[in-house]
């Protein structure tokens, strides 16, 4: 039985450090919605949402209050849109993105994720089109989130595509200036990307997976920076102890409720993605870890090892812990969303080349960067080729989520609200990659030995 | 036998213990285990309850204890035993 200190301990994760269940995500396809006609496909895609993910919120509510830990979000993911119409005869797909966003509202959801591309080789008319319409898609929808993979291990960096994403972010920055180009916050671009990943602005449901599946995202920086209160004076090994073990406990709590809700909906589990997401919350944040590790701010030398080794332990107590692991898994670095990072950023101890060096073994990218409204098309794709050649040499996802906010440079703040926080405009390298980037074409995929 | 942990959190005063047992007596919810502590006027309890017969639905029971907490100017809170047995037991 469980005894009442167990049950302190507990309570006080939840109570004190913030620890919830960030995402229930219920991946749903929509290959088969395919239609000539866009009415008629939009219909279908707007049937089979609000029919799969009716109870979704329902039964979110139901087990957090029954156990008793909040379920932060719950959202829903589709098949990339560019290949579920890609049969449509439209000349744009900013309507499919309408009704995305009217099914999310209809079911209760708050973000819905899929209108997506996957073009890390090469481009169809259809992702073309998809590409085309993000920045509208994004400023006349709500709750639609964006995702295009741009890059692979196996296939390369479609350098065209990268070119593209440019202009796209700073259309998608104008488009939403009314709202400090809060549109840049529900794009993302891949190398490597996941096809289970739970967490937004990146999730879509892969077309490796089955018509229904739950997937679950956790949480709780707050707890690991809890736990390493205790041993602040201790070596290394007692720090990865103890990370290990606390992953292992958040990520039994978010299993238990993965199998409750795909149980409760009908649906089968999919995976749990073992992320560390901070929110803006203080107590909530990975910058806070870095600084219970010994650092005196994130950004600071030493920050890529403590990362790494944060990243790396967070897997090993997790994946015990979860018959399925899957997504992202390891630590965000989200600028915006953490009150560490953000503090660290305003002390000068954080930059983006070191965000950028972080990426290297960190779970995901450059997450939620506030950069100069007037940053040119070309520099944003330059950062975010770096980026990609990153994932594309180490076998691992990388993204970019770059904020050009509109009519703002260095020194001012941006807030976006809620989870998505604010962040101070961040200084971008001056120099030019404009020829670089105009070259066109594909970078050939990596050579998968000689590692060194 | 399938069970709950409450918790029950705030300003001690009288009748806090009393008026929650009522309540889960009234929803055939059996006490198995309390701990109780004051510390410097806050009133601190864990109980561990046994919640197989009860006739309630657990989100009902679980928004129910809140409402209680409330009325009585504490803070209620219901969980089923799972999370905890997940989180210790391997």
Do not use: W
């Not at chain 1, 259809?126 to 993000?134: C, K, N, Y």
């Not at chain 1, 001012?412 to 809620?418: C, D, N, Q, S, W």
């Amino acid at each position: 039985m469980i005894t009442i200190s167990e049950a302190r301990q507990t309570t006080a994760m939840i109570e004190e450090e913030n620890l919830d269940v960030r995402t229930i995500t219920m991946g749903i396809n929509i290959l088969d919605c395919a239609d000539p006609d866009e009415k008629r496909f939009c219909e279908k895609v707007y049937d089979r949402i609000t029919t799969k993910a009716k109870d979704l919120v329902k039964v979110g509510e139901d087990i957090s209050r029954e156990f008793g830990v909040p379920v932060v979000n719950k959202r829903i993911s589709v098949t990339p849109v560019a290949i579920a119409a890609a049969a449509c005869k439209t000349s744009n797909f900013v309507q499919i993105a309408k009704t995305l966003d009217n099914a999310a509202k209809e079911v209760g959801v708050n973000f819905i994720g899929g209108f997506s591309a996957l073009v890390h080789k090469g481009m169809t008319a259809a992702d073309r089109m998809l590409i085309d319409s993000v920045p509208e898609a994004l400023s006349v929808t709500e709750r639609v989130c964006s995702s295009i993979n741009l890059a692979s291990s196996r296939t390369g960096i479609n350098m065209d595509a990268v070119a593209r994403m440019g202009e796209i972010i700073r259309e998608t920055a104008f488009l939403t200036r009314d709202r400090d180009s809060l549109g840049c916050a529900k794009f993302v671009v891949f190398c490597n990307a996941v096809e289970d990943n739970p967490f937004m602005a990146g999730a879509f449901h892969g077309v490796g997976e089955r018509d229904c599946a739950i997937n679950v995202g956790i949480s709780g920086p707050g707890v690991v920076k809890r736990a390493l209160e205790s041993v602040y004076e201790e070596d290394f090994e007692t720090l990865c102890e103890t990370i290990k073990r606390t992953a292992f406990k958040i990520t039994r709590v978010g299993q238990l409720v993965a199998k409750e809700a795909a149980s409760r909906l009908g649906v089968p589990f999919g995976i749990i993605d073992l992320s560390l997401a901070p929110t803006p919350a203080v107590g909530d944040s990975v910058a806070e870890i870095f600084q219970m590790m010994g650092l005196e701010h994130a950004g600071a030398p030493g920050t890529t090892a403590a990362l790494a080794m944060l990243n790396d332990n967070v897997k090993k107590g997790g994946i015990m812990a979860s018959s399925y692991v899957g997504g992202l898994s390891g630590a965000f670095i989200p600028v915006s969303e953490d009150h560490g990072m953000i503090e660290a950023v305003e002390a000068g101890a954080l930059t983006l080349e070191k965000l950028e060096a972080m990426t290297c073994v960190c779970s995901v990218g450059l997450d939620m960067i506030a950069i100069p409204g007037d940053t040119s098309p070309d520099t944003i794709s330059g950062i975010i080729a770096d980026e990609m050649a990153i994932g594309m040499i180490n076998n691992k996802t990388t993204a970019v989520r770059l904020i050009p906010v509109y009519g703002k440079k260095v020194g001012e703040t941006v807030t976006f609200g809620g989870l998505l926080g604010y962040a101070p405009i961040m200084p971008v390298n001056q120099f030019s990659c404009a020829d670089f980037i105009r070259r066109g074409g594909r970078i050939p995929a990596p050579v998968h030995s000689f590692k060194n | 036998m399938k069970k709950a942990i409450i918790t029950v959190l705030g300003k001690d005063k009288v009748g806090i213990i009393a008026k929650t047992c009522v309540y889960l007596a009234d929803k055939d919810v059996n006490v198995l285990e309390i701990s109780q502590t004051i510390v410097e006027g806050f009133f601190n309890m864990i109980m561990i309850v046994d919640i197989t017969n009860t006739t309630c639905e657990l989100s009902e029971l679980a928004c129910g204890l809140e409402t209680l907490g409330e009325e009585i100017g504490v803070i209620i809170k219901f969980q089923r035993e799972e999370i905890f047995e997940s989180m210790h037991r391997i």
